[in-house]
């Protein structure tokens, strides 16, 4: 009978279900970029007839090598999200840390759906959008469950920052979902379409690029200013450790985010830093999260000495 998995190997399941949430993301950058979007014109196969791709006039070899590459790297995911559940479940975890686990699988089903219909409306800007959305929400709900797999199943929710606090923390976490949001925005009127044909071109956001990128860098700024007041608040509870180097983290990380967005801005758009960027998102979302949930732990709060009553 195999061994019961320990706590190490269901946190490493939880944390490869992190990166590889955030990876395909980073990949899906990639296919937009490479105007790879259309690589594999159909869903859920790649060509009429075939899973695979095939040798085809109209769409070059390596368009269908990066799409077709990013459709296989969702098994890894599957692979990773599978294996967090096995792992959870054998270790009869909590119903809270199951719950979390399953979404994992869940999600990236609906990621898969989600894709194919991006493919099959030719790259509709906002589906798009929706795609790297998903993948942001999934990033965090992966770090949530990293967290709650952290913690004692027979613990109690103890706060460990005054309730104001953690309510300023969740409001951060709705400013990066602006932040995002208005990113997707700018990617859907920027070069970055997907696919270059001219017989299929590619619907784009009918909006002023500069507009959007002046909405987007106001929203980030904003952002970040939420997160240093907090800073400043944690610093005057004397917050725990643990939270204040996640709230560096998330610091360190939104800053350098807000610069890379800048070279974009006044380098034209290249396409590695584009890549970059996502990746970024992913770490500014992947660390508010975990602040977020350093805020409140489960402890176990030890039973009463019989001899000292």
Partial sequence: ????????????????????QGGIAVTGAIVRVTASGLGCPTWPQCFPGSFTPVPHPEVPGIHQAVEFGNRMLTFLVVL????????????????????????????????????????????????????????????????????????????????????????????????????????????????????????????RLEVEITTLVHMHSTLLI??????????????????PRPVRIRLVAVVVLVIAQGALGAVQFFTGVPEALVALHVAGAGACTAATAALWASMRERRTIPAPDPVAA
Avoid: C, N
């Avoid at 195999?2 to 990166?19: D, E, G, N």
């Avoid at 030719?122 to 770090?143: D, F, Y």
């Avoid at 976490?173 to 997707?184: E, Q, R």
């Avoid at 952002?223 to 917050?239: E, I, N, Q, R, T």
């Fill in 222 to 239: 904003g952002y970040l200013s939420l997160v240093v007041a907090l800073g400043f608040a944690l610093l005057a509870v004397g917050a």
């Fill in 1 to 20: 009978m195999l061994p019961m998995p320990s706590l190490r190997t269901q946190r490493i399941a939880a944390f490869l279900v992190i990166l590889t």
């Fill in 80 to 203: 990773t999200a599978a294996a967090a559940v096995i792992a959870v479940t054998r270790a009869r975890r909590r119903r809270e840390v199951l719950f979390y686990a399953w979404l994992m699988p869940a999600s990236t089903v609906l990621q898969a759906v989600i894709g194919g219909i991006t493919v099959l409306t030719g790259l509709l800007w906002w589906t798009v959008a929706i795609h790297l959305l998903v993948s942001m929400a999934m990033v965090w709900l992966a770090v949530l469950l990293f967290a709650k797999i952290g913690e004692p199943d027979d613990g109690t929710p103890t706060a460990v920052v005054p309730r104001q606090l953690r309510q300023l923390t969740a409001l951060s976490g709705l400013a990066l979902s602006a932040v995002l949001v208005t990113g997707t925005m700018v990617t859907g009127a920027g070069p970055h379409a997907g696919d270059k044909s001219p017989e299929r071109p590619v619907p």
